[in-house]
């Protein structure tokens, strides 16, 4: 699986959009691309998914450039329950297949 | 989305005991779960890969004689601490893929060994 590329941390006021941005330089024709967060001592939860075509759903955005290099998960109105670790992973799709974490990044909504 | 439990939540032992962790998908069949252990201030490191009805893959490094897998269902897999030490001592959590690919993890078991 490819390897991501995150920020360690990142800032966001309440109520903005948090544009988080991954490097994943080395993806594949098949590989996804995956967010998950993982708020202090709980099991990480499932954000979003996409291969090549900006996705959405009720969490967030996720958008991917053409060249598939790079991505930014975007929360579009940040809340102080958002500040988590969030985690942008690349894999081939199949059942079943397994997750490898990097460092995340670690954001922080404030007041 | 499918819910994830895991049990218990916490556990403290003392050095030398086994511990179990049960985890289980509750309203999905996972043919396939996975066991990762956090330690503070660290990222998720996979253990091993549990396969119902088959044995466990474990990852490099990850001792299978020490950390006991069974995967005896599709809504059930347990891990085994055996002889548990203090520098076991670290967040513990599950996760189980569903057929959309998506995987879903349970809330993270906490163990200390004293």
């Known amino acids: 699986d490819a390897k991501t590329t995150q920020p360690t941390s990142m800032d966001c006021a309440e109520g903005r959009a948090a544009n988080l941005p991954c490097n994943h330089s080395?993806?594949?024709?098949?590989?996804?691309v995956y967010w998950y967060r993982q708020i202090h001592s709980q099991g990480p939860q499932y954000i979003i998914h996409g291969l090549k075509n900006n996705e959405t759903n009720e969490m967030a955005s996720l958008i991917i450039t053409e060249d598939r290099k790079s991505s930014t998960l975007i929360l579009p109105h940040a809340t102080l329950r958002d500040t988590a670790v969030y985690y942008c992973?690349?894999?081939?799709?199949?059942?079943?297949?397994?997750?490898?974490f990097g460092q995340g990044t670690e954001l922080s909504v404030k007041p | 989305g499918a819910v994830v439990s895991q049990h218990p939540s916490r556990v403290i032992c003392k050095s030398g005991t086994s511990v179990k962790i049960e985890c289980r998908s509750l309203?999905?069949?996972?043919?396939?779960m996975f066991w990762y252990r956090q330690f503070p201030k660290q990222s998720l490191m996979l253990m091993a890969t549990s396969n119902e009805g088959s044995k466990a893959t474990y990852e490099q490094g990850v001792e299978k004689d020490k950390f006991l897998i069974n995967h005896a269902s599709l809504t059930l897999s347990t891990l085994t601490v055996t002889s548990a030490h203090p520098e076991d001592s670290s967040f513990y959590i599950c996760s189980a893929g569903q057929i959309t690919n998506e995987q879903f993890f349970g809330p993270g078991t906490r163990l200390t060994v004293l």
């Open positions: 080395t993806i594949s024709g098949n590989e996804y």
């Open positions: 309203d999905f069949q996972a043919t396939t």
């Open positions: 992973i690349v894999r081939v799709y199949n059942q079943g297949g397994k997750l490898i």
